[in-house]
Nanobody, 114 residues
């Protein structure tokens, strides 16, 4: 049974940083390309960043240079380091594979506001 448990969200001022974590179980984690997605109120869920089993990374243009995705295969966890946060980064953040084929977790809320 696949389980994705996101954590690390919160309220932060513009320009601040947060680090999200996602603990993954129920899949052969080290071979899966994992990703972070986000969904803001009234908007479609969007792909933010992805990382292959070999640690090749991709990013949405809106976060390139500010966000860094990484993974630790020893503890089946994927991370998202978010720097220079903007109000438009406010959303609920979820991890999944790139296409969102796994069962979604509860996500973690990120709110960027002064």
């Amino acid at each position: 049974q696949v389980q994705l448990v996101e954590s690390g969200g919160g309220l932060v001022q513009p320009g601040g940083s947060l680090r999200l974590s996602c603990a993954v179980s129920g899949i052969n984690f080290e071979i899966w390309t994992m990703a972070w997605h986000r969904q803001a109120p009234g908007k479609e869920r969007e792909l933010v960043a992805g990382i292959s089993g070999g640690a090749i990374t991709t990013y949405a243009e809106s976060v390139k240079g500010r966000f860094t995705i990484s993974r630790d295969n020893a503890v089946n966890t994927v991370y998202l380091q978010m720097n220079t946060l903007k109000p438009e980064d406010t959303a609920r953040y979820y991890c999944n594979d790139r296409l969102g084929t796994l069962a979604w977790g509860q996500g973690t809320q990120v709110t960027v506001s002064s």
